[in-house]
């Protein structure tokens, strides 16, 4: 069974910056595609970023395009997926978690406020 842990996340101010970090763990026995989705209070669940098994291929929201990017880091098997983010705004605010075959971390929350 895959398990997969966000970290990474926290407040920031308008502008700043974060990375945050996903790791899955259990039935890893091929790399997978990941994907990062958020969810802001009252609103539904909304895709960010994606990206494929080896790392060649990612996808960014249009809204998002320019700021965030994603990445990973398959080395020895790691299976861990980052999301940059940048110039922060107040309405990227939201729960941001990682979803892989199925499955769901327990999110990170960011806040970007002053």
């Known amino acids: 069974q895959l398990q997969l842990v966000e970290s990474g996340g926290g407040l920031v101010q308008p502008g700043g910056s974060l990375r945050l970090s996903c790791t899955a763990s259990?039935?890893?026995?091929?790399?997978?595609?990941m994907n990062w989705f958020r969810q802001a209070p009252g609103k539904g669940r909304e895709f960010v970023a994606s990206i494929n098994s080896d790392g060649g291929t990612t996808l960014v929201a249009d809204s998002m395009k320019g700021r965030f990017a994603v990445s990973r880091d398959n080395a020895n098997a790691k299976n861990t997926m980052y999301l940059q983010m940048s110039d922060l705004k107040p309405e990227d605010t939201a729960v941001y978690y990682c979803n892989a075959r199925g499955a769901w971390g327990q999110g990170t929350q960011v806040t970007v406020s002053s």
């Open positions: 259990g039935d890893t026995s091929s790399n997978i595609g």
